[in-house]
């Protein structure tokens, strides 16, 4: 069953601006991650963040999950014309984790205008 | 290189005859999966697996086998498929451990059974 929930569903930036997308889960949850996805391949991961966690960075990617409301963002500054993908929140409730236990969103389909 | 790799990438098949579609692991990752991505639905689960034996269904199992003889290895079988069965497939894998359950994917399967 699906517990991530991306918002919002489309959503189309200038280069150089910066996007943001979030993430609402409905259980408790051990971390969450977020992959990529460029038309037709396979997710990507970008970043995990555990439920102990309120924000990490990668590079240009910060995310920040508030498990109070169950909910997550992911920021990309200074948005390039590659980041053109589509976006999903997963969420590893699972005991073990790993494949099993990861449940995605519908995802956010990010277009970036040069 | 780290990878999971996915055999055919594209297959069209008519109703009815059987299929497999390979699955193969170099991380010696304990958890695979089977994705399926349609549409508007987001990614699926279909099987995933903890260990060499041991299979469990996920979301959406009806019409599908699996088998894990091998550690690397995770394919998935379609006895008779139907075109409802028609979708994006992927396969993940990754490890066990709580803090490192991060998804490698495939490059998907996309099949068409007409």
């Known amino acids: 069953s699906q517990q991530g929930e991306e918002d919002p569903q489309a959503l189309s930036i200038q280069e150089g601006e910066n996007a943001t997308m979030n993430c609402s889960y409905k259980?408790?949850?051990?971390?969450l991650q977020w992959y990529r996805q460029n038309s037709g391949r396979g997710l990507v991961h970008l970043i995990l963040i555990r439920s102990n966690e309120r924000e990490k960075h990668s590079g240009r990617l910060r995310v920040t999950l508030d498990t109070s409301k169950k909910s997550s963002s992911l920021l990309i500054t200074a948005s390039r014309a590659a980041d053109t993908a589509s976006y999903f929140c997963a969420t590893d409730a699972g005991s073990g984790g790993g494949a099993d236990g990861l449940t995605f969103g519908k995802g956010t389909h990010l277009i970036i205008q040069p | 290189e780290a990878q999971v790799t996915q055999n055919p990438r594209y297959l069209i098949t008519v109703t009815g005859k059987k299929l497999t579609v390979t699955c193969s692991q170099n991380?010696?990752?304990?958890?695979m999966s089977w994705y399926r991505q349609d549409p508007g639905l987001g990614l699926r689960q279909i099987y995933y697996?903890?260990?060499?034996?041991?299979?469990d269904k996920g979301d959406v199992p009806e019409g599908y086998k699996v088998s894990r003889k091998e550690k690397r290895n995770f394919p998935l079988i379609l006895e008779s498929p139907s075109p409802n069965q028609t979708s994006l497939y992927f396969c993940?894998?990754?490890?066990?451990?709580?803090?490192?359950?991060?998804?490698?994917f495939g490059q998907g399967t996309r099949l068409t059974v007409v």
């Open positions: 697996s903890m260990n060499v034996e041991v299979t």
């Open positions: 259980t408790s949850i051990n971390n």
């Open positions: 991380m010696n990752h304990e958890y």
């Open positions: 993940a894998s990754s490890w066990k451990e709580v803090d490192r359950t991060e998804a490698f």
